[in-house]
């Protein structure tokens, strides 16, 4: 047995079972990925594959049980040479982040000029992604570190800690009634928005979840007529009048948005929490630890190793 044979496991899994991906995935042959995997289930005396003639369709029951050891194992591997880096090379190596654009662009730029200040030789990999695709990326190993206000509380193989909190806000062009009825006195109100056409973010995204149930409690069907992925796309459209923006507080800049007004919703929103998570068994060098207190200072390494080793 050996590395090779259980990288092709995994990749088989990922790849849908197609035999040509797995080979390019792993830079070989077709051939050689079939003569492993037959070497693989002479050895162990069972068959991993559920197979249609050449093809294979699926897992079988010891197939599937291998292949949790398997991605175990690989993971304990990657973890062994972050280990020997740790210790050969303590602030240099690379460390991948992945968030949603609202966190790249409005929570982590003090975070990140702070922390290439104290370890200028680290790389830093910035990848933007949905919450689900934040949470795969962990669970793969191809991150470090995710950070997203959605999807990463409901994996067991997943710990996250509070980041920090926030509101929604509406977002209008400047002399828009709504402004002038907040500067009149008059509280803004769900009714109010529920009447005019709305844009705000996509489905799964920056607490969109918890606008929707705001609405429907009140027993409300707002008028979205555009949804986007981040801040500057709605406050875009807002600006050209296309809609009103309910967007990140975060994400308003008075200085950037001067056509634009930001107005008060925290009384109509619950609050959002961000997250910021890492897989269970993932193996993070000190720099890792040090990004991760540059976020909040609660997450000192001691508290972030008592909470992985408790999960």
Known sequence: MNFQQLRIIREAAQHNFNLTDVANALYTSQSGVSKHIKDLEDELGVELFVRRGKRLLGLTEPGKEMLSIVERVLLDAKNIKRLAEQFSN????????????????????????????????????LHQASPA??????????????????????????????????????????????????????????EALAELPLITYHEGYTGRGRIDARFAEAGLVPDIVMSALDADVIKTYVGIGLGVGIVASMAFDDARDQALRRLDASHLFEVNTTRIAVRRGHYLRGYAYRFLQECSPALTAASVREALDGA
């Not at 602030?91 to 200040?117: C, M, N, W």
């Not at 991150?143 to 997943?158: F, K, V, W």
């Not at 909190?165 to 008059?186: F, K, M, S």
Request: glycine share 6%; aromatic share 8%.
């Open 90 to 125: 303590r602030d240099q190596g690379s460390l991948s982040i992945a968030t949603t654009h609202t966190q790249a662009r409005y929570a982590l730029p003090q975070i990140v000029r702070r922390f290439k200040e104290a370890f200028p030789r680290v790389h830093l990999l």
């Open 133 to 190: 695709e934040i949470a795969a990326m962990l669970q793969s190993g191809e991150a470090d570190i995710g950070i997203a206000t959605e999807g990463l509380q409901s994996h067991t193989s997943i710990v996250s800690f509070p980041f920090y909190e926030w509101h929604h806000a509406v977002v209008v062009p400047a002399g828009h009634a709504l402004a002038e009825q907040v500067d009149a006195g008059r509280a803004l109100t769900l």
